[in-house]
């Protein structure tokens, strides 16, 4: 069975509607390969 990594970070995380758009990538993910391994480094931050 093969596993799958992906990496978020950054301006992927920026804020709460780009979060879904992660989460929901990650459910794809699941679904497709069911071995995910999520790596999440530092949030951006949003300035305004």
Same mark, same amino acid.
């Given at each position: 069975?093969?596993? !799958?990594? !992906?990496?978020? *970070? *950054?301006?992927?995380?920026?804020?709460?509607?780009?979060?879904?758009?992660?989460?929901?990538? !990650? !459910?794809? @993910?699941?679904?497709? @390969?069911? &071995?995910?391994?999520?790596?999440?480094?530092?949030? &951006?931050?949003?300035? *305004?």
């Amino acid at each position: 069975m093969n596993t !799958i990594v !992906i990496k978020f *970070g *950054g301006s992927s995380l920026a804020d709460n509607e780009k979060l879904k758009l992660v989460a929901n990538k !990650i !459910i794809e @993910y699941y679904n497709e @390969y069911k &071995r995910v391994v999520v790596v999440v480094s530092a949030q &951006r931050k949003n300035n *305004g």
